[in-house]
């Protein structure tokens, strides 16, 4: 029974032996009071778990002593007290304020020093000295990014001018050539679309070589969805080349989004179906470009028939050009065509602006429409808008944390001999608020405004369903103007699940039946992340204004997204 007790108890001194290791305390004070208060104001380790960490920190104090002003900081030696404590004596002696630095103003742009300086003169600047470190990191910063990486920035010849003030001279080296870019080349996807390298990305040829900006640009590619950056860029210097080499994968980007939605029809009571489907295609000639089309068809008896391409950096240049054909037809009643035409221009990664027309032709296919406001009619709107795209990276449930589009639209509308001027406003704004990891709260809000003197019946804007005012049966409200806000909290189980809850409302005006109403939408859902794509189920309620809340009028919406 000895044994095992001798054995605790060495096993007990040995952990004694290395806990006191690790708790060695370091006390630094000044020549003074004062400079004891001004050293433990700045603070330094107290605790440590060796001498050799010890020596480390009272040189690490110096250090932080210096850049303060105190450059003439003096350490005593490092006296031991006692087993665990340690006491060293730093002498700050006197502060110095400012640094005037001066300067060769032909090797030195003024407007450089204008961003670390407000006192800039013709061959010296004046700086904080607690400011000097940050200053010289941005002159090799800004040196750098005009093409010439292994410049060096120091200062020599530091001197006392007076009692709060020093001088120093500013020196640069630039000992090797201006550096370009000459030769720009793509491992793992190499027909990546190279007019994305020169617009997009805006990395091309002859560029000052800044890796600090180019690792900057490169990011953006998560912007796309055809394209992942997979390692950081790397840099080939030779003599008298400087060759860039990136990084980049091919993406799943092409997906097939279709959904069943089924109902009571409140008249027969009978159980309904409506659906669409919708194809989208991208970047699989190489080019950038993008297709999709789209049909729905819905328990109105109404079909909607849409087929949408953009083909990007025409030419080599950074226009761009947005086509669309839709053809919508209501039962026996009419059938509506629209086509646009729209360039475009990147401003950047996130932000695109386009201008372009609009047609849209209208055919009555009654016999009898007596009863009905509906023309034979066209139309012709000169379009300006304006899209942000903001993406959320690592994301794949939410992969756009924000997004905001605006477009107008001034034209004319002819009608059995009768022209009448017509504008429309449009809109769409989304953001996820990210509470944490786990929590989040989604907000849409869109709207459309058709302005005109008259309006007929087959002209009226329309929405509903799963994309719009959830609860209410697709394509079912007609409106001259509306607007509407979606919302959900969401809740992430894991990185491929996440519940939700359902709130939406809606205002809208039909003036053909003077009409005003106010509609809501409840409801849940929940979404997974397959293999085969993104699985949406959601279950809401619509009810106006002025209605009671009825179960009959639940509609069930299923999505399944699927991408290949």
């Known amino acids: 029974?000895?044994?095992?007790?001798?054995?605790?108890?060495?096993?007990?001194?040995?952990?004694?032996?290395?806990g006191l290791?690790?708790?060695?305390?370091?006390?630094?004070?000044?020549?003074?009071?004062?400079?004891?208060?001004?050293?433990?104001s700045v603070g330094y380790v107290k605790f440590h778990k060796d001498y050799a960490s010890i020596r480390n920190e009272t040189k690490a104090a110096q250090n932080k002593f210096s850049k303060l002003g105190y450059i003439e900081n003096e350490l005593f030696a490092i006296k031991k007290i006692n087993d665990t404590t340690f006491h060293s004596t730093i002498h700050l002696k006197n502060k110095f304020d400012s640094l005037y630095i001066y300067y060769d103003n032909t090797k030195t742009l003024t407007s450089t020093l204008n961003l670390i300086s407000n006192d800039v003169y013709n061959d010296y600047f004046i700086l904080k000295l607690q400011d000097v470190e940050n200053a010289l990191n941005i002159i090799n910063t800004e040196i750098s990014q005009k093409g010439f990486p292994f410049a060096k920035v120091k200062l020599s010849q530091l001197e006392i001018k007076n009692n709060t003030t020093l001088k120093a001279e500013l020196k640069t080296s630039n000992n090797t050539a201006k550096r370009t870019i000459t030769n720009i080349k793509v491992k793992g996807y190499e027909k990546f679309p190279k007019s994305y390298l020169k617009h997009y990305l805006k990395i091309k040829?002859?560029?000052?070589?800044?890796?600090?900006?180019?690792?900057?640009?490169?990011?953006?590619?998560?912007?796309?969805?055809?394209?992942?950056?997979?390692k950081t860029p790397e840099v080939l210097f030779l003599k008298d080349s400087t060759t860039l080499y990136l990084y980049l994968e091919k993406s799943k980007s092409n997906n097939f989004d279709g959904f069943l939605g089924f109902g009571t029809n409140e008249e027969t009571n009978k159980l309904e179906f409506d659906g669409y489907l919708n194809l989208k295609l991208n970047n699989n000639l190489?080019?950038?470009?993008?297709?999709s089309l789209l049909y729905k068809s819905d328990e109105n008896d109404q079909k909607t028939f849409e087929v949408k391409t953009e083909l990007p950096y025409l030419f080599n240049s950074p226009?761009?050009?947005?086509?669309?054909?839709?053809?919508?037809?209501?039962?026996?009643?009419?059938?509506?065509?629209?086509?646009?035409?729209?360039?475009?221009?990147?401003?950047?990664?996130?932000?695109?602006?386009?201008?372009g027309i609009t047609t849209t032709e209208s055919n009555n296919t009654l016999t009898n429409n007596n009863s009905l406001n509906i023309n034979d009619y066209h139309t012709t709107q000169f379009n300006l808008a304006y899209q942000y795209i903001k993406p959320q990276y690592h994301n794949l449930l939410f992969p756009i944390n924000s997004k905001i589009y605006f477009e107008t639209g001034i034209g004319n509308r002819t009608a059995t001999n009768n022209k009448e001027k017509q504008s429309q406003l449009l809109f769409e704004i989304t953001k996820i608020i990210n509470l944490n990891d786990k929590n989040s709260i989604y907000i849409k809000?869109?709207?459309?405004?058709?302005?005109?003197?008259?309006?007929?019946?087959?002209?009226?804007?329309?929405?509903?369903?799963?994309?719009s005012l959830r609860g209410f049966e697709e394509n079912s409200l007609n409106a001259t103007f509306y607007s509407l806000i979606n919302t959900e909290y969401r809740y992430q189980l894991n990185n491929s699940i996440y519940i939700h809850s359902i709130i939406d409302a809606s205002y809208f005006e039909n003036k053909i039946q003077n009409t005003q109403e106010k509609l809501f939408g409840y409801g849940f859902g929940f979404a997974i992340l397959t293999k085969s794509g993104l699985l949406k189920l959601n279950y809401a309620n619509?009810?106006?204004?002025?209605?009671?809340?009825?179960?009959?009028?639940?509609?069930?919406?299923?999505?399944?997204?699927?991408n290949f």
């Open 542 to 562: 619509g009810k106006n204004e002025n209605t009671p809340f009825k179960l009959a009028n639940s509609k069930l919406h299923i999505s399944l997204t699927a």
């Open 319 to 355: 226009i761009g050009v947005n086509l669309m054909l839709k053809i919508f037809k209501k039962d026996t009643s009419f059938t509506t065509v629209n086509q646009h035409v729209k360039i475009n221009y990147q401003i950047n990664s996130s932000s695109k602006i386009f201008t």
């Open 286 to 291: 190489n080019f950038g470009e993008s297709f």
């Open 445 to 467: 809000t869109n709207g459309n405004n058709l302005i005109s003197n008259s309006y007929f019946e087959n002209e009226l804007l329309r929405f509903g369903g799963i994309n």
């Open 205 to 230: 040829q002859n560029q000052n070589f800044d890796i600090d900006n180019i690792k900057l640009k490169t990011e953006q590619l998560s912007n796309l969805n055809f394209a992942n950056e997979v």
């Open 21 to 40: 290791s690790q708790n060695l305390i370091l006390k630094i004070k000044g020549e003074s009071e004062l400079e004891t208060r001004i050293i433990d």
């Open 1 to 18: 029974m000895q044994k095992p007790s001798y054995f605790i108890l060495i096993i007990y001194i040995l952990f004694s032996i290395e």
